[in-house]
């Protein structure tokens, strides 16, 4: 496995893929590599003929309130999990290289960041859309692995993708989950042991709740009763909400004429989950 820690080098080794002519899979991630970002890996080799995965902690993407420095680290880890699942190319800029000094662009994308995390994390998307667009652009790859964990972020990368006529295919993986239902991420390590042991109620009272809307329950009772279940085991919730699923437009009742979501976001302890499933 090839790594890159410059733009000069990046793009020679990439110049070197299309050359031999290779399609390029991108997998961006932030590190602290779990078996979702691994799914996405493997997604990537099935689409294309190598796999280039990018690990940078995204200052843009991080709130006023939020701690950029307690995000976890762990190259060595990342790079010894990376090869193992027979990653080509990691790209491993500094900041300094993806936001040089004078740096004035940034990538705005309306319609689905309304709402959800754009209210919860201002200016989130924002890091989100700008950091994907500049690495879609780097490595000109055809297509990019985004896990359907982060729902919201994945609707967004797509509109930009698609807004900005960027020639790359946005690839939606499903949520990889432990054995009794909690979605994998890299933020779970900071549960307590107790935590960890609540933290698949989210999954458990949104599945129900999803079963509910779908036998033609009504939406709001269902939600209310899956906000009520997480508050009575800890949880601290955001937001449990129906969805379109492209638009992230809030759903007051069932709908016949397009794929819905039910999406969530609650605070375990110190720890904020995000949940989302298909409903119907």
């Known amino acids: 496995m090839q790594i890159c820690r410059d733009l000069p080098s990046l793009r020679a080794a990439t110049a070197a893929l299309r050359a031999a002519g290779k399609r390029l899979a991108l997998v961006p991630t932030m590190g602290a ?21 990018s690990i940078f902690v995204n200052p843009l993407q991080f709130g006023a309130n939020e701690d950029l420095a307690r995000y976890p680290r762990d190259e060595e880890g990342d790079l010894a999990k990376l090869r193992a699942a027979g990653c080509d190319l990691a790209w491993m800029p500094p900041v300094e290289a993806m936001y040089p000094p004078g740096s004035a662009t940034v990538i705005e994308v309306a319609g689905p960041s309304a709402g ?4 919860a994390r201002p200016g989130h998307f924002r890091g989100v859309a700008t950091v994907c667009c500049k690495l879609f652009q780097q490595t000109q790859a055809e297509v ?18 698609r807004d900005l006529d960027i020639p ?14 909690l979605a994998l991420s890299s933020r779970n390590r900071f549960l307590s042991a107790q935590e960890r042991a609540t933290a698949p109620v989210l999954h458990r009272a949104m599945t129900k709740a999803a079963a509910a809307i779908a036998a033609g329950a009504p939406v709001a009772s269902a939600l209310g009763e899956g906000l009520e279940t997480l508050r009575d085991t800890g949880f601290a919730p955001d937001y449990l909400a129906l969805v379109e699923a492209e638009t992230l437009k809030p759903l007051t009742a069932r709908r016949a004429d397009g794929p819905m979501r039910l999406i969530a976001a609650a605070r375990l ?9 298909p409903v119907g």
Not at 37 to 53: K, Q, T
Not at 168 to 181: C, H, K, M
Request: glycine share 10%; no cysteine; proline share 2%.
């Open 116 to 119: 959800w995390e754009g209210d």
């Open 168 to 181: 790359i295919r946005i690839l939606p993986v499903e949520t990889v989950r432990e054995a009794d239902g």
């Open 144 to 161: 990019a692995a985004f896990g359907e964990k982060d729902w919201q972020q994945l609707q967004v990368v797509t509109r930009m993708a």
């Open 33 to 53: 590599l779990h078996e979702g970002h691994l799914s996405l890996v493997a997604a990537g080799r099935r689409e294309a003929d190598a796999v280039a995965a």
């Open 269 to 277: 302890g110190t720890v904020r989950l995000l949940d989302n499933i």
